[in-house]
């Protein structure tokens, strides 16, 4: 299955999703990263596994199209890519690739955010900040 999301209706829902957030400042933090979002393309693979290598592949090419690798997260069989293509401070597009063992998704995801937005956001994952609100 594949689709594409318009840009508009991208950030009109997450403008709507974020305000059940319980943190006023992530809430505020994530609208302004929102504002910079374009069209999402996804695409997902659940029937048969996608092999190792050919997501290897994937991450070369990818490379090989000016992305950069930001994180990749492993648990449990499960892995997580995330890499930026920039130009200068000003991250334009991002590619999602998340396998399984009984499913692969790619999102790509175009943008127009600026360090200097990140930083504003101050979105914290920190646990401890969180816990000392409720």
């Not at 950030?11 to 709507?16: L, Q």
């Not at 505020?28 to 290598?53: F, M, N, Q």
């Not at 790619?106 to 816990?131: C, F, G, T, V, Y």
């Amino acid at each position: 299955m594949s689709m594409t999301i318009p840009g508009w209706l991208v950030r009109g829902g997450t403008s709507a999703a974020f305000k059940d957030l319980g943190d006023e400042s992530d809430q505020a933090g994530l609208k302004l990263i929102a504002k910079s979002l374009g069209k999402v393309r996804v695409l997902v693979a659940k029937e048969g596994v996608v092999p190792t290598k050919a997501i290897k592949d994937l991450i070369i090419s990818a490379k090989g199209n000016k992305y950069e690798e930001y994180v990749t997260v492993r648990d449990n069989g499960k892995i997580v890519n995330v890499m930026v293509k920039q130009d200068k401070d000003i991250v334009k597009n991002l590619l999602v690739l998340a396998s399984s063992d009984d499913e692969f998704v790619i999102a790509h995801i175009d943008s127009n955010l600026s360090m200097d937005q990140l930083q504003k956001a101050q979105i914290s994952w920190n646990d401890e900040r969180n816990k000392n609100k409720n």
